[in-house]
């Protein structure tokens, strides 16, 4: 029935459009599976509820708080055996209190040691 190179021919092309016909048949399937599981997720996530950390727990501080004359006088100290440099090389223009992260430093480090990928 299939001899010669008419029938290689002919055997080639059936064996392309089987192909394809499956090929988009799986395409086909792919696509329902995303639109029933799409619905179904869509309905998960409305259930949801979002909560939304309290208000006393956030600190707020003052923006215009008096820095003690002694305090800067150490903290200058400490920049200038820090850096290896005079007093006179530099000059502190601000001095801002360091607010607290919410999270604790335990936590912040491990992220960062996930982040930097080392075990």
């Known amino acids: 029935m299939f001899e010669g190179i ?5 055997v080639a092309v059936i064996d392309m459009i089987l ?5 988009g048949g799986l395409a086909l399937v792919m696509v329902f599976l995303k ?3 799409g619905i179904k997720e869509e309905k998960k996530i409305s259930k949801e509820v979002k909560v939304a950390p309290p208000a006393s727990s956030i600190t707020s501080i003052k923006e ?8 800067i006088a150490v ?25 607290t992260s919410l999270i604790a430093p335990w936590t912040a480090m491990g992220r960062q040691e996930l982040m930097l990928g080392k075990k």
């Open 19 to 23: 192909v394809f016909a499956v090929l």
């Open 75 to 99: 903290i200058t100290a400490a920049v200038a055996s820090y850096l290896e440099k005079p007093k006179s090389k530099f000059k502190i223009l601000s001095i801002k209190k360091y607010q």
């Open 6 to 10: 008419n029938g290689a021919i002919q």
């Open 35 to 37: 639109n029933i599981v």
């Open 64 to 71: 215009k708080e008096e820095v003690d004359g002694k305090l």
